[in-house]
């Protein structure tokens, strides 16, 4: 359970268009928002195609995201502009049709510029502003125990610091964010030995001393359950399942506060996924690790997860606790993902129905819009007025 109430990662409305034709785009994430507190596990499920991993990597930056923000530890790590551009274009046209005047045109132009000017500066410079904190905090930390420290041990708070300050210019906020992906074949250079490929990312975060990086290569084995000798192997020689605990000590070595973790089981045999799963538990309660961990079912994320977030069609449409999303599932798309998984009872199973899910019978979206609500503390639902008095009166 998350022990405090820090958040640690803010997604605030969230889009990521792709362009498929000259004015036509895939809406794969549209107005998505979600907070991942410190310490938790939090679920991301929706059916293939959905947006779950165009979600986790617009997170950790492999795209320029269309609007939206991401924030990590308080910092804007990736913000969209479509939204600023939007408002320029539509005072513009506003202006033209005689709604607004040339000075509150002019005003809303000079708003979204600053917006835009703002979202550019704020993406560059999130690794530059992470590195100035935690050179700061070297600082604090190192320059007052050096001055009163003498002799041999001067010199090795010295070399400790000048080592530490090293890491922290070369250091990015980003690599504290690490993806676990669903193919553990696809994702391990073949070429590699399992050793390089655990040791990549320390290297190019600045670490030099080879024994460093061996020692750190062995404990990350026989932290996910492998053993030392398995380093100076390549990817093929393993097993699904291995392969995914490599994947999970090359994002572990980086010392990630948060872990997105795609899909990491789907691909494994139903024996192999429990292991991977009691394997990332044990490290999240090892590392106070904070995890998001992305599925295209409910029951695999079920007992993992502190919360879960319902993803449909790039839409978030349902986000709650656990308990309470299995206790009270509102949205109809919920309540088809809930009837889908299957419990080991009898009569439970004879009874069961696979609710389909239709959103064209479900909702009458034509005059009353749907927009993300909440029907009660932490729990939210994509529901129009008529619904959340609906929702509201059952929820009773
Ligand atoms: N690079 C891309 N270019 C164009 N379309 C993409 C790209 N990546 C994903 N999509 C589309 O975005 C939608 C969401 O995909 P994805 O995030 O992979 O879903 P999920 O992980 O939930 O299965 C899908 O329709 C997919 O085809
Ligand atoms: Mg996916």
């Not at 005047?101 to 000017?117: L, M, P, S, V």
């Not at 906020?173 to 655990?198: G, K, Y």
């Not at 997860?305 to 798309?333: T, W």
């Amino acid at each position: 359970m998350s022990s405090n109430d820090e958040v640690l990662l803010r997604v605030e409305h969230l889009c990521q268009y792709f362009k498929i034709g000259p004015n036509a785009y895939t809406k794969a994430v549209d107005d998505v928002s979600f907070d991942i507190k410190r310490g938790e596990v939090f679920g991301l499920v929706g059916e293939s195609g959905c947006g779950k991993t165009t979600t986790g990597r617009s997170i950790i930056k492999l795209y320029d995201i269309t609007s939206g923000s991401v924030y990590f530890k308080g910092i804007r790590i990736a913000a969209g502009k479509k939204s600023y551009k939007e408002a320029i274009a539509k005072a513009k046209a506003d202006l033209k049709e005689g709604k607004i005047d040339k000075a509150e045109c002019d005003r809303i132009i000079a708003e979204n510029r600053a917006a835009i000017k703002t979202a550019d500066h704020d993406q560059k410079n999130c690794d530059r502003e992470y590195s100035r904190q935690q050179i700061e905090k070297a600082k604090s930390e190192y320059l007052p125990k050096i001055a009163a420290a003498q002799g041999e041990n001067k010199a090795k708070l010295e070399a400790e610091y000048k080592d530490v300050m090293r890491k922290a210019r070369k250091t990015k906020l980003v690599t504290q964010i690490q993806m676990i992906f669903q193919d553990p074949i696809a994702s391990l250079d073949p070429r590699m030995t399992v050793r390089e490929i655990i040791a990549e990312g320390l290297i190019i975060q600045g670490e030099r001393n080879k024994k460093v990086i061996d020692d750190k290569v062995y404990e990350m084995l026989e932290l996910v359950g492998l053993v030392r000798e398995h380093a100076s192997r390549y990817p093929h020689e393993f097993s699904g399942g291995q392969r995914q605990r490599i994947g999970v000590a090359r994002s572990i070595i980086m010392n990630p506060e948060l872990i997105i973790a795609d899909e990491p089981v789907s691909a494994l045999d139903v024996s192999v996924q429990a292991q991977v799963i009691n394997l990332l538990n044990d490290l999240r309660d090892k590392f106070g690790l904070t995890i998001m961990f992305i599925a295209h079912d409910l029951s695999v994320v079920k007992y993992f997860s502190d919360r879960i977030g319902v993803m449909y069609y790039g839409k978030m449409v349902e986000l709650a606790d656990s308990d309470e999303l299995f206790l009270n599932p509102m949205h109809p798309y919920t309540k088809s993902l809930l009837s889908a998984i299957p419990l080991p009872d009898p009569k439970y199973e004879k009874a069961r129905r696979r609710i389909t899910y239709n959103p064209l019978a479900a909702h009458d979206y034509s005059v009353d819009k749907p927009s993300f609500r909440e029907l009660k503390p932490g729990h939210f639902v994509m529901c129009n007025d008529a619904e959340y008095e609906r929702y509201m009166k059952e929820l009773k």
